[in-house]
């Protein structure tokens, strides 16, 4: 039986998501891991077949594959007083804006921000010093994750996975803000975007815009977070529609990838979902799973997809990148692309000690193959 919220306690932004939509694609996803090929999956008595993909345009040339494996990546933000996670980054004017989570020790920011670019940093404000009534305020003790940040006609978008209050246990639901400029402060929209209690809470939104469609059509991609639930759960990453302001759902959601569908070294836990279309043509989703984020047992992995509605079906046998010589734990990524190039941010325990508060952001160059994304020899960051 689903679990009504009371009074006061948050919606699903005029969007509910049946169970019936979540076992069916529970179904697809485990027929699909017995396919052999994307081209076409059988669920239940209907097919789905891909359409045929756009001839991409001019790809720029591909960088080679890295030569350190165990130091992929290049420290782009160093983790001085400040833990740098759940990192989203903004190329705006000549500086990058630096959006992360909550930092471990910051009473102060729900919603840390720093500018400048690669070694030289401003210090934290917050970008969402207002939180909506439904959500915890860093002074109480409150958590706010994985922000992202979006240019959606004549304003910015910051997503953000607010503590919702009184939850018990702990549990998150995706909001929206709005500012005319992209360092702030944005202003909260009173109800949460999406908000799944009975399926633990949501985390990790990602906006995509989908160019095959008329439009386009932008969809946001998310976490529902089932593994905090008391009896256990799959955790689930979804996909919808959005309006075109970016600030509600529309259309039908579909589940597109999850735990029961990863792979073994991606148990129990999946989350940060950033999916993304690559220049050769076809969307991949990046993920981060495993033990979760204090476990040496994260690392972030890569899954193919048929559409922006999925289904998502793991790529390979292992993760793209996984522990480590530069720290423990990889994950929590988003990926960052300027110009031609593509990056995976992310924040390992760079002291190589888990709970040592401060982690900086890491920055692996990624390539484009027949096969999919690579971790790519990653040279020098760009500038803004």
Request: glycine share 14%; with cysteine.
């Amino acid at each position: 039986m689903r679990r009504l919220a009371a009074r006061g306690e948050p919606q699903l932004g005029r969007q509910r998501i049946g169970r019936r939509a979540v076992a069916a694609c529970r179904v697809a996803g485990a027929v699909l891991l017995g396919t052999a090929s994307l081209g076409v999956a059988t669920v239940g008595r209907h097919r789905a077949v891909a359409a045929p993909a756009p001839r991409p345009a001019a790809v720029a040339e591909q960088p080679p594959p890295t030569s350190s494996p165990q130091a992929p990546a290049v420290m782009i933000a160093g983790a001085d007083g400040v833990d740098l996670t759940g990192e989203w980054l903004v190329d705006r004017g000549g500086l990058y804006y630096l959006f992360v989570s909550t930092a471990f020790g910051d009473g102060r920011h729900n919603v840390p921000l720093v500018v400048g670019r690669p070694g030289r940093w401003s210090a934290p404000v917050d970008a969402l010093p207002v939180l909506p009534a439904w959500a915890t305020p860093v002074a109480d003790g409150g958590t706010t994750w994985q922000p992202e940040v979006k240019r959606l006609g004549r304003h910015w978008v910051l997503y953000f996975s607010g503590l919702v209050r009184g939850s018990q246990p702990p549990e998150h639901c995706i909001g929206t803000a709005v500012s005319s400029t992209v360092a702030g402060p944005y202003r909260p929209s009173p109800f949460p975007i999406v908000c799944q209690r009975d399926e633990g809470g949501d985390i990790d939104a990602q906006v995509v815009a989908d160019p095959a469609s008329p439009g386009p059509q932008l969809y946001l991609v998310w976490k529902s977070d089932n593994n905090v639930l008391p009896t256990g759960g799959s955790d689930l990453i979804w996909s919808q529609p959005l309006a075109s302001d970016g600030l509600s759902l529309t259309g039908t959601p579909a589940v597109i990838f999850g735990s029961q569908a990863a792979p073994s070294w991606a148990q129990p836990i999946v989350e940060a979902p950033q999916l993304v279309r690559s220049p050769l043509g076809g969307w991949w989703l990046f993920y981060s799973g495993g033990g979760g984020f204090l476990s040496a047992h994260y690392a972030i992995g890569v899954a193919r997809c048929l559409s922006v509605s999925g289904p998502c079906v793991p790529a390979g046998a292992g993760p793209l990148i996984s522990s480590n010589d530069q720290g423990p734990g990889p994950g929590e990524e988003s990926v960052f692309q300027h110009g031609a190039s593509f990056w995976v941010l992310y924040s390992p325990w760079y002291s190589g000690i888990p709970w040592a508060l401060f982690r900086p952001v890491a920055a692996a160059r990624v390539g484009w193959g027949p096969s999919g994304p690579y971790v790519a020899s990653a040279g020098a960051f760009p500038s803004p």
